[in-house]
Nanobody, 124 residues
Framework: QVQLVESGGGLVQAEDSLRLSCAPS????????MAWFRQTPGKEREFVAR???????KYSDSAKGRFTISRDNAENTMWLQLNSLKPDDTAVYYC??????????????????WGHGTQVTVSS
């Protein structure tokens, strides 16, 4: 089992940058695919980016070209670099560990270890 903790969110202006971090409070994620999702009130949790255990990446269309997912297995840490932020990026951002390969990776149900998230607010 794993329990993840997200940090690094904040209130920024449009076009600013933030770097989110994710680390386990218990367990580890070495050898697992990891992902970032985000959620706004009243909406489903939305896939943002995935990094495989070997470092391969995948991004949502809204994240492509602006966000960068990375990991350091030795440090047991994952990051999401957010550049050129827009007000539409305002959300709570969550990291998670892949729990099953039988569910598509863009769905939250494919992952576990969800933390409390970190709030990102982008003002115009």
């Amino acid at each position: 089992q794993v329990q993840l903790v997200e940090s690094g969110g904040g209130l920024v202006q449009a076009e600013d940058s933030l770097r989110l971090s994710c680390a386990p409070s218990e367990g580890a994620f070495d050898g697992y695919d990891m992902a970032w999702f985000r959620q706004t009130p009243g909406k489903e949790r939305e896939f943002v980016a995935r990094i495989s255990h070997s470092g391969g990446t995948k991004y949502s269309d809204s994240a492509k070209g602006r966000f960068t997912i990375s990991r350091d297995n030795a440090e047991n840490t994952m990051w999401l670099q957010l550049n050129s932020l827009k007000p539409d990026d305002t959300a709570v951002y969550y990291c998670a560990r892949r729990a099953t390969l039988t569910i598509p990776e863009i769905l939250p149900s494919a992952f576990n270890g969800w933390g409390h998230g970190t709030q990102v607010t982008v003002s115009s």
